[in-house]
């Protein structure tokens, strides 16, 4: 059994991303997000005090899967977004970091 305590999740056109705190001040999220274009690269930018852009390979059934850590230097706490930057889907969410 696993528990998922308050996940964050947004969709659009089809596709999804949600993150899921792993630590328990969200230091680490799990994103995760299903309805990409299978064994393709999903763009996404994560942004907090910095904007960063990524890509993750989606696997043969669309789904995407990626750790994501707050580099804020000095900063102990803020508000992670993250946002799919693909052509067809662009599915965005947010979430505060650094506080219980």
């Known amino acids: 059994m696993v528990?998922?305590?308050?996940?964050v999740t947004a969709k659009d056109k089809g596709c999804?991303?949600?993150a899921v705190r792993l630590t328990s001040k969200f230091e680490l999220a799990f994103v995760s997000g299903t309805g990409y274009a299978p064994?393709?690269?999903?763009h996404y930018r994560a942004s907090s005090e910095t904007t960063e852009?990524?890509?993750?390979?989606s696997d043969s059934q669309g789904r995407i899967r990626t750790?994501?850590?707050?580099?804020e230097g000095n900063k102990s706490s803020g508000t992670?977004?993250?946002?799919?930057?693909?052509a067809t889907c662009s599915p965005?969410?947010?979430?505060?970091?650094?506080?219980?």
Do not use: A
């Not at 528990?3 to 996940?7: A, L, N, Q, T």
């Open 3 to 7: 528990i998922v305590p308050d996940p």
């Open 16 to 18: 999804t991303i949600s």
């Open 39 to 42: 064994n393709t690269d999903v």
């Open 53 to 57: 852009d990524h890509v993750v390979k």
């Open 67 to 71: 750790g994501l850590i707050p580099h």
């Open 80 to 86: 992670m977004h993250v946002k799919v930057t693909e």
């Open 92 to 100: 965005e969410i947010s979430y505060e970091w650094g506080k219980l």
